[in-house]
């Protein structure tokens, strides 16, 4: 966290399939390419806040999240939420949205308990992405905790992140 990535290569989580907790926040993401989450099969936090990020998409992310308990998307330009990510995280505990553009106050304990009436708070999130064309992006930069190769370039690419890491903070 706090690297000030803007951009994470295509598969950075690939071999991560053992990794339970995730700290992106505080770097410069608008956006994520599309699958970028999917082999975090195992993740339980993930945190997102304080970047830049304008919307949720569910495209993100594996297909199904059981094991995740807690997400912050806190300090963002979210003006958009997927619906479908809810869905895909059932077991969802603490969610932290708070400032944000469609939604500013969220900051739900026991959201496994209170789903129905927490998600209606989300409401034009959801409506707002509707209206949202389809996008994913990202390039390469390099975090802390990734192993560097040096690709004859100027430029510095991902060699290895160890497999069996369970947490990580870029």
């Known amino acids: 966290s706090y690297n000030n990535l803007t951009t994470l290569p295509r598969n950075v989580f690939s071999p991560l399939n053992k990794l339970t907790n995730l700290d992106l ?53 979210i003006e958009a939420v997927d619906p479908a990510f809810f869905d895909m995280a059932p077991n969802l505990d603490f969610v932290f949205f708070s400032n944000n553009v469609c939604i500013n106050d969220a900051y739900f304990r026991g959201f496994q308990q209170n789903r129905t009436i927490y998600l209606q708070q989300f409401n034009d999130c959801f409506e707002a992405f509707l209206n949202l064309p389809t996008t994913t992006t990202l390039s390469t930069t390099t975090p802390r905790d990734a192993e560097v190769c040096w690709d004859g370039d100027l430029d510095h690419t991902f060699c290895e992140i160890k497999e069996n890491k369970e947490e990580l903070r870029l």
Do not use: C, R, V
């Not at 082999?39 to 949720?56: F, H, R, V």
């Not at 997400?71 to 330009?77: E, R, S």
């Open 25 to 77: 926040g505080g770097n410069h993401f608008e956006n994520f390419q599309e699958n970028i989450f999917a082999s975090l099969t195992s993740i339980k936090a993930l945190l997102l806040d304080g970047n830049e990020l304008t919307s949720i998409y569910s495209n993100w992310f594996p297909s199904s999240m059981t094991n995740l308990t807690s997400f912050y998307a806190y300090n963002n330009k």
